[in-house]
């Protein structure tokens, strides 16, 4: 199942947020989620690992049908409140999705994947239930920001002490394993995590930059089933012969 959010971690986890310097790095992954989403009116999206309701909440007042799942009631809590009515929350495991097969149009993790015993089955129940799209936003492994991250985890209990921490080619070996060769598009963003404001955010989103294996948070696009452009094959038959029924006597052989 993974790691579960207490209250006191679900209390911190909104709190982290308010400060300037946090809330312009989420709102950088905010960003790349929202670009690789690409959502459209009437679409069916999942958010596994929902948390507190801070990655649908940018997802709201767009005409979608929204659902959030996650393990912690404590999260839950703080999502319903936040949220109200507008999306559809469950709880329970990204392993194992209580959702029918290709019930979503997209599904998505957002720095939730972390937390899984299984990344590869969470990732394999997100194919399941999503017919069109999958996208992963995680913590990247060689981002200078989470080393120390890591490192400070070993001296402090934090969070980040429960969390699994993957790099791009980990991430591209567990979706070829599980769905071969499909087509992944991937960036990164928060390159920059020391530094914030409005010249920042603008070298942060230039495409080039976005290549980096280096960026605090990496975005990957996945098409959980290649699709094939199928045309209609004309055939030419030819109409078969008319032939007329015999006519005559038939006779009778005798001995």
């Not at 950088?28 to 929202?34: A, R, T, V």
């Not at 459209?40 to 958010?47: H, M, N, V, Y």
């Not at 990732?123 to 120390?148: Q, S």
Request: aromatic fraction near 12%.
């Amino acid at each position: 199942m993974g790691y579960v959010f207490d209250f006191k971690e679900a209390g911190s986890y909104d709190a982290w947020f308010d400060q300037a310097k946090n809330k312009y790095c989420l709102d950088l992954e905010i960003k790349l989620m929202m670009d690789f989403l690409s959502p459209e009116k009437g679409q069916r999206i999942l958010d596994i690992g929902c948390g507190t309701g801070i990655s649908l909440e940018p997802l709201l007042d767009k005409g979608l049908n929204l659902t959030g799942l996650d393990p912690s009631p404590y999260m839950l809590d703080r999502a319903s409140n936040r949220l109200g009515n507008q999306v559809d929350l469950h709880r329970g495991v990204a392993e194992d999705l209580p959702f029918d097969d290709n019930a979503f149009d997209c599904a998505f993790f957002f720095t939730s994947l972390e937390f899984t015993d299984r990344p590869a089955k969470a990732i394999e129940e997100a194919c399941r239930v999503a017919k069109d799209t999958v996208v992963l936003c995680v913590l990247n492994r060689y981002a200078p920001l989470n080393m120390i991250r890591r490192f400070k985890s070993f001296f402090v209990p934090n969070i980040y002490a429960h969390a699994h921490f993957f790099s791009i080619w980990e991430l591209k070996q567990i979706l070829f394993a599980i769905l071969g060769n499909v087509p992944v598009r991937w960036k990164t963003t928060l390159q920059f995590p020391f530094t914030y404001g409005q010249i920042a955010a603008f070298v942060e989103n230039t495409k080039i930059v976005q290549k980096s294996f280096f960026g605090t948070l990496i975005g990957m696009r996945i098409k959980p089933v290649p699709k094939f452009r199928t045309q209609p094959l004309m055939l030419k038959i030819k109409k078969p012969k008319a032939y007329s029924p015999a006519t005559g006597l038939a006779t009778r052989m005798r001995p």
